[in-house]
């Protein structure tokens, strides 16, 4: 069992001129064994986090972390980190056979010798609920929620020791989400994977996540365990998330696949100053100009609890609106964070 870790995690694109910090100082930890839901609107650079983790995105400040060791220092030829894509199409080869697929992630001494690399991928098929023998079959004769089967059996082909999953029932039908996510955790747990899972649909992640993280234009503004969390969302933005997502008592396959919240989304290109939520802040500077402070200082975040912690000035104030004290006097990091503990 792994942990991974993100430590105060930048990533830039672009040149100094031109460019975007997608992602801009995230300090977030996927304690081992456990799974992380990670939610935000579009373009608050979750895939960009995701793909940070695995070489893909150019990790411009901070470190990505495997039990302490960072990933650019791991020896060449392990892959302990496996990405699961929201495309099936984009990690399998259409003219590969689905059998030939997962063999050519296998590790190469299995690779190399036939009879036990027939037998890894039969038992991979079988793992992710596919008949042993459908191996010679080419993806597009395959539906989509079979091709996402065969995606997380090519990541698992790799003997992972952590899955980051981004967005990998976006593009199924609402009819064979549930039974993805329901594989999903049962290999999670039957395999003691650790788990960072993407997605924008809060009720998904509710579903699958031992702990929740909010990103927003880049920085996570809030993290806690999942249930205390969505039950008590302290940061506006992820109240305005849980407002908008369908309750708890709604089916699940009822559930919209939409964004979580409507609003304009913040421009990373021109992130605002202080917090970036104030411009569509409810408690903040808009509804009390006396909140001034949102609109210079970078808020830490604070500590309703060790475990629960939001990135406001007023996290308080979000159910108590007459607060008048911030909570930026108290600033800590997050769990996870330089030896915090989520436990
Ligand atoms: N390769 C790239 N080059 C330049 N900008 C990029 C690149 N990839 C992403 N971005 C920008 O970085 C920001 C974060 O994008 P990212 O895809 O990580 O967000 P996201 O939260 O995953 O959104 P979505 O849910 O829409 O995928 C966006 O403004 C996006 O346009």
């Known amino acids: 069992m792994t942990e991974l870790a993100f430590e105060d995690v930048q990533v830039r694109y672009g040149t100094h ?19 992380v839901g990670l939610v935000g609107e579009s373009g608050s650079g979750k895939s960009t986090l995701a793909r940070a983790a695995v070489g893909l995105a150019p990790v411009t400040g901070g470190r990505v972390l495997l039990d302490g060791t960072d990933v650019r220092r791991l020896p060449r030829g392990r892959r302990p980190i496996q990405l699961v894509f929201q495309d ?4 399998l080869d259409p003219r590969m056979t689905v059998g030939e697929s997962i063999a050519e992630a296998l590790p190469r001494e299995v690779f190399r010798r036939r009879p036990a690399r027939r037998g890894e991928v039969a038992r991979l098929l079988e793992l992710v609920g596919l008949d042993a023998g459908r191996s010679g079959v080419l993806p597009g004769e395959l539906s989509g929620g079979q091709r996402q089967r065969i995606a997380l059996a090519r990541a698992l082909a790799a003997r992972p020791e952590v899955v980051i999953a981004d967005e990998i029932t ?4 609402v009819s064979v989400q549930g039974s993805v996510l329901n594989l999903v955790r049962e290999l999670q747990r039957e395999l003691g994977l ?9 009720a998904v992640v509710r579903y699958v996540s031992d702990y929740v993280a909010v990103l927003y234009l880049g920085r996570i503004v809030e993290m806690g365990p999942a249930e205390r969390l969505l039950a008590d969302p302290q940061h506006p933005y992820t109240r305005e998330l849980v407002d908008a997502a ?15 919240a409507d609003a304009e989304p913040g421009d990373p290109h021109r992130p605002p100053a202080g917090c970036r939520f104030h411009p569509r802040c409810p408690v903040g500077p808009l509804v009390d100009p006396g909140r001034s402070i949102c609109t210079t200082v970078d808020p830490a975040t604070v500590a309703p609890s060790r475990e629960h912690r939001a990135a406001c000035h007023f996290a308080a104030a979000v159910e108590h609106t007459d607060s008048p004290v911030p909570n930026s006097v108290v600033r800590t990091g997050f769990p996870g964070a330089r030896g915090d503990t989520l436990e």
């Open 17 to 35: 001129r031109s460019g975007l910090t997608a992602v801009d100082g995230v300090d977030l930890r996927v304690p081992s064994g456990s799974v």
């Open 88 to 91: 099936p199409y984009s990690s």
């Open 170 to 173: 976006s593009a199924l039908d």
């Open 194 to 202: 650790t788990m960072l899972f993407i997605s924008h649909n809060l």
């Open 246 to 260: 369908p309750s708890a008592h709604r089916s699940l396959l009822a559930a919209p696949d939409s964004p979580v």
